[in-house]
């Protein structure tokens, strides 16, 4: 059993380390003002919001027991954290973490 979880880890690092390999060698060539540069970067945002999405409204493990309400509520406040830190990604992550938590043990 422990040995799949270390061939598991290994075999997502390399393809982790290999893509942003491949990306680095790649990235001379593409500028950021380009349509291509301009639709990845737009395709990465678009699955990293469908991701969000289906972690709040599709939740698996412990998230599935805290209701819509405080997930919902935890993500406005986080999203007022990260506007008022100014756009920092530190605070509303501990802030997130820390009101999830009080939300599901106290109400």
């Known amino acids: 059993m422990s040995a799949n979880i270390v061939y598991a880890i290994l075999v997502t690092s390399f393809a982790t380390f290999l893509s942003r390999f491949l990306g ?18 737009c395709l990465a945002y678009a699955t990293l ?10 939740p698996v493990g412990v998230l599935s027991d805290a209701s819509y309400m405080s997930r919902f509520a935890v993500v406005i406040l986080s999203l007022i954290v990260f506007f008022v830190s100014k756009k920092n990604y530190v605070y509303p ?3 997130s973490a820390v009101c999830m938590a009080i939300l599901n043990n106290y109400f």
């Open 24 to 41: 680095a060698v790649s990235s001379e060539g593409i500028k950021e003002t380009s349509k291509l540069f301009k639709w990845f970067n």
């Open 93 to 95: 992550t501990i802030f």
């Open 49 to 58: 919001a469908a991701l969000i999405a289906r972690t709040i409204i599709f």
